[in-house]
């Protein structure tokens, strides 16, 4: 059972042609990793699969169902979905607990009691329990993260969607969310990630994606797609990641 | 130096370590030049602010400005009147500043709603806002306070009080709307991002995301808003309203002395100037809280 099926979709902004004929698939329980020069269309890709953009063609299904139907309750369908950004984008004007349990209580329903309950497992799982009462800025940028992951994923979605999730932070806070991107990856949440960090990408992706120019240039293992890439544009992106130390 | 007792800093505190010599020295010359700069601010204060006494008081018109602007027994005599006139002003303001932010809400919502369903409500609310912010309060407060009488519809009010409440409450609402919906505006597009990504409503953003931060940031403005309220509650007073300016105006019309005004505008700065100081020290603490969230 395919979570996520992208049918040739297309995006621009103006003039820019940012997604051409883009298509994609993730299996429940999988990772797919997108990978791609800064501006090749992994965040727009990603957003346009939340129905934070509107796309220009082509079709997204979710569970063999159209969201990219306009007549879809898009509310509906990011109960399905969770998402963390690149910035956090965590409530400064609530507390951590509160950050989490926004979205169980309002839009899932839960009970007050409920929520809070379950939120703290997640946060004691990832060594947070002691933050749930401190507000965002108090957080270094690793916890600000993780909590923006845990609130992602307080809502039990069927498909995880993380925009480079560690590219604010400095190493050291990398591989705190890195671990908790594995954890999940362990516990069977099928996710599509777009990020830098290839020895990541190497652990978690059962698929890895390279974007260019709009369309995906090669995919396969991650043993495939970066330790042996077959195209010229992939080794050509991967010599300068290399370069840049982050192999 | 030896001495035995622990070094303390400048609020007392026992410090661990003993300053050196040299931030004794550095300590010491702080202090100096300190307390010379408070020496030249007092001396220049003494100066210019002395000589504009002196230029005021030696000036050939001075007596007769003194016995009609401030003949202090006068003032003592008409105080309980004025005072008794700006309970009104004070009345009315608070009454009117919780009208104001009721309908300036509603209109801000509604100016920055995107839904279809409410665009009529929505073009009505901007004609409004550009409407009202356009025309002088006076002039509103002259329209409705000597114009809806004048339709003699029945069962409406003639009170004076309640059509200049009116007034005041129709012009501010304009202005506060926009002070609300520039706070709405200035918060990051990232937020709304965020909370709709993870299934909120876009009303249920607004309310539990966009609003409380939105808010927070607009409060020093509106206490500005509510200084300035309480002043120009003092224009109803031409419709009649016995407030502060009138109770004013009514004793120095009698007597042709003018130091009921001095009295009631005395009165009036006893409540804005600490209110100001306060808008000052909200305003400080809310740049204080943003730069510190810039940085995070
Ligand atoms: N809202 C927008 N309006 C106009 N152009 C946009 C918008 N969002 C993205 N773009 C353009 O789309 C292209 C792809 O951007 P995108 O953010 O998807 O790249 P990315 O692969 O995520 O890059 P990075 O690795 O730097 O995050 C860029 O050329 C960008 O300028
Ligand atoms: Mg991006």
Known sequence: ????????????????????????????????????????????????????DTIDDGSIYLDGKEISDPEINVDEVRKGLGMVFQSFNLFPHMSVLDNITLSPIRVHKVSKAQARDEAMTLLRRFDLADKADQYPDRLSGGQQQRVAIIRSIAVKPRLLLLDEVTSALDP???????????????DGMAMVLATHEMGFATQVADE????????????GPASQVISAPQEAETKDFLRRVHEAGRL | MNNDSPARDDSGRALSWTPSQRELERQASRKAIGRKKALIATLSSVIVIGSLIRLIITSPGWQSVKDTFFDWSYGGEVLGAVAKGLVVNIRLTIIAAILIG???????????????ALTPFRLMATAYVDIFRGVPLLLVILLIGFGVPALR????????????????VLTYSAYVAEVIRSGILSIHPSQRAAARSLGL?????????????????????????????????????????????RAAQIASSRTFNY??????????????IPLTRYTDRVLAKSIKRQNAQGAA
């Open chain 1, 208 to 219: 890895v994606c390279f974007l260019k120019d709009g369309n995906i240039i090669e995919r």
């Open chain 2, 153 to 168: 519809i029945e069962g409406l009010t003639n009170s004076v009080l309640i059509l200049g409440t009116t007034a005041v």
């Open chain 2, 259 to 272: 130091t009921p005004y001095v009295t009631a505008a005395i009165l009036f700065l006893l409540i804005t």
């Open chain 1, 172 to 186: 050291v806070l990398v591989n705190e969310v890195l671990s908790i991107v594995r954890d999940l990856k362990a």
């Open chain 2, 102 to 116: 009721i309908f300036a809400m509603i209109l801000a919502l509604l100016r920055t709603s995107r839904s279809a």
């Open chain 1, 1 to 52: 059972m395919n979570v996520l099926e992208v049918k040739n979709l297309r995006k621009s902004f103006e003039d820019n042609i940012v997604l051409n004929d883009l298509s994609l698939t993730v299996p429940d329980h999988t990772a797919t990793v997108l990978i791609g020069a800064s501006g090749s269309g992994k965040s727009t890709l990603l957003r346009c699969i939340n129905l934070l």
């Open chain 2, 201 to 245: 409503s876009s009303s249920q953003t607004m309310r539990h995301v966009v609003l409380p931060q939105a808010l927070k940031r607009v409060v020093p403005p509106l206490l500005n808003d509510l200084v300035a309220l309480l002043k120009d509650t003092g224009l109803v007073s031409i419709l009649g309203v016995t407030d502060a300016v």
